[in-house]
């Protein structure tokens, strides 16, 4: 959750966001500034910064199982077109195209267009679960923009939920 857009700010909304330890001190968050730079760092530079990496909000849509694959929630823009996500681009690959964001076969899945590095985030986290990209299955294929880059959770617990037309939050950090 971002610190607030307007208003006050506190030492402890900057420990809640970011993390840290006593004593506080303005120059341990100066990466966090969302504007402004140099030494001067103002509390006014933090309004809308987050931890996260990226957020997108996902809107479940719902594929039923069929006697080819198994049923789906969340979203994929890749086979069954269903859910969608909010912006649907990554911050973390420069802008790549996110083509799934979704539990099927107690497995969850972020997959992107092109192939991608696995790097540059530790976790995800759907809807208040984290996913440790250190624990995800990864795979890419295909070569360039054409390709398709996976990282797979094996997981009982769909962080989606069964609720077609709800929202869901996701951020990497």
């Given amino acids: 959750m971002a610190i607030t857009a307007s208003g006050i700010i506190s030492f402890?909304?900057?420990?809640t966001e970011f993390g840290g330890s006593h004593p506080i001190t303005m120059g341990e968050y100066a990466a966090f500034r969302v504007s402004g730079s140099g030494n001067a760092i103002s509390m006014n530079q933090f309004y809308g910064a987050s931890?996260?990496?990226?957020?997108?909000?996902?809107?479940?849509?719902?594929?039923?199982?069929?006697?080819?694959?198994?049923?789906?929630?969340?979203?994929?823009?890749?086979?069954?077109?269903?859910?969608?996500?909010s912006d649907g681009t990554s911050?973390?690959?420069?802008?790549?195209?996110?083509?799934?964001?979704n539990w099927s076969n107690n497995n969850i899945q972020f997959g992107m267009h092109g192939i991608r590095a696995n790097s540059?985030?530790?976790?995800?986290?759907?809807?208040?679960?984290?996913?440790?990209?250190?624990?995800?299955?990864?795979?890419?294929?295909?070569?360039?923009?054409?390709?398709?880059?996976?990282?797979?959770?094996?997981t009982s617990t769909n962080s989606y939920g069964t609720t077609v037309g709800a929202t869901k939050t996701v951020t990497w950090s």
């Fill in 51 to 85: 931890a996260s990496l990226d957020t997108q909000t996902v809107t479940v849509g719902y594929q039923p199982a069929s006697q080819y694959t198994p049923a789906m929630y969340g979203f994929d823009g890749w086979l069954w077109n269903k859910g969608s996500c």
């Fill in 120 to 154: 540059g985030w530790t976790t995800m986290n759907v809807n208040g679960l984290n996913f440790p990209r250190a624990y995800a299955s990864y795979s890419a294929s295909g070569s360039g923009s054409s390709g398709k880059t996976f990282w797979n959770w094996s």
């Fill in 12 to 15: 402890a909304d900057f420990q």
């Fill in 91 to 101: 911050n973390i690959y420069a802008g790549g195209n996110i083509a799934s964001l």
